[in-house]
């Protein structure tokens, strides 16, 4: 679902295992030892990716009921710029400190990390999403519906009363 404050959290959450993933490889530490923080940073990178898709294309109540959509758009481009930047710097000390393998391996893995998110949790929100969708469209036709059935017996109602 789109809305600002998810937005913001994945947004906090890559800033902050990126600071941590930046003094863990500044202080000479292992690969293993940030790959709990990398994941963490994967992670949200690839939830503010799925947020940037969606608001490329909201549904018609996610622009009706989460606020500004332009909003969502303008901040979650902004959070791509962002996180290119910490991308680049990330190769940047990875290949440093670990080599040119130690860089293929986190795109293996963030590549891993992406496909199981989009399997597990994306898919269960974009039904989620359509669930809801198509329960606000059936009880709008039915309130539709009944408001012509009451019409109707108004107008009969009429009739038989002359």
Known sequence: MIDPVTLT???GLASSAYGQVKKLVQAGREF???SESLGKWMTAVSDIDNINKQS???????????????EVALKSYSAKLQIKKQR??????????YGLAGWENLLREEGRIRKQRAEAVYKIEEQKRKIRDYSIM????L??????????WLVSMDVSSR
């Not at 680049?88 to 400190?97: C, T």
């Not at 059936?138 to 036709?141: P, Q, S």
């Open 9 to 11: 959290t994945a947004i």
């Open 32 to 34: 293993e030892e940030i």
């Open 56 to 70: 490329n294309s909201p549904s018609t109540f996610d622009r009706l009921f989460n606020g500004s959509v332009e």
């Open 88 to 97: 680049e710097e990330l190769k940047n000390w990875i290949v440093g400190h």
């Open 138 to 141: 059936g009880f709008a036709i």
């Open 143 to 152: 309130i539709g519906l009944l408001a012509i059935g009451w019409m109707v």
